[in-house]
């Protein structure tokens, strides 16, 4: 299989695609503005992802999971746990949440996640952290039958293109439903990937 021929990233393409039909023209969402842009910026990391992989830079855009996640991670923390001052910090760039903070306080904040930001943290997060900061998931992935040659398998590959597109999806959803338009959030809630 070419690089060009990857069902998953044309999966993963034709979602993002999708995504912005829905959102192309949104107006009047009703968080903070720090939120919105996290939101904006995981759905562009999701694209770059898609691209990445399809353009064969697969570790780079491994690399960038980590941050896609973060962005919404963000996002959501921003909209829905963050006072005020706290926001008014973040744009200041004096903002020090940890992460395991921000997924617990999302978990307690949001009814009916069960978890959900906790368990996305705790399954990926050494892997995902391994890939952006060039350890071992990354590194050992660098050779192939004993050449150096990026050897990601389509499994893997896969996987990520799966997770970001599913990151995505939730990104949208947030900014359609602080838009308050049900009729998007229903649409997302509704689609399944192909």
């Not at 963050?82 to 949001?110: H, R, S, W």
Request: with cysteine; charged share 20%; net charge negative.
């Amino acid at each position: 299989m070419s690089f060009f021929e990857r069902p998953a990233t044309d999966m993963a393409m034709r979602a993002h695609y999708w995504i912005i039909e829905r959102l192309e023209g949104l107006q009047g969402i009703k968080t903070n503005k720090c939120a919105i842009a996290c939101f904006d910026v995981a759905l562009e990391h999701h694209l770059a992802i898609s691209i990445l992989i399809r353009a064969g830079a697969v570790g780079s855009a491994f690399s960038l999971v980590r941050s896609q996640f973060e962005s919404f991670v963000r996002g959501m923390w921003l909209a829905q746990c963050a006072t005020n001052d706290v926001v008014e910090n973040y744009e200041n760039d004096n903002f020090k949440v940890p992460m395991g903070d921000m997924v617990k306080d999302l978990d307690a904040a949001i009814p009916n996640v069960n978890g959900y930001f906790t368990k996305l943290k705790n399954d990926g997060w050494r892997a995902m952290n391994s890939y952006t900061h060039c350890g071992a998931h990354q590194v050992s992935r660098r050779f192939l039958n004993g050449d150096i040659f990026p050897g990601y398998s389509e499994k893997e590959i896969e996987e990520v293109a799966e997770l970001t597109t599913k990151i995505a999806l939730g990104a949208a959803f947030a900014l359609a439903a602080y838009a308050e338009r049900n009729d998007i959030t229903d649409e997302i809630n509704s689609y399944v990937p192909t």
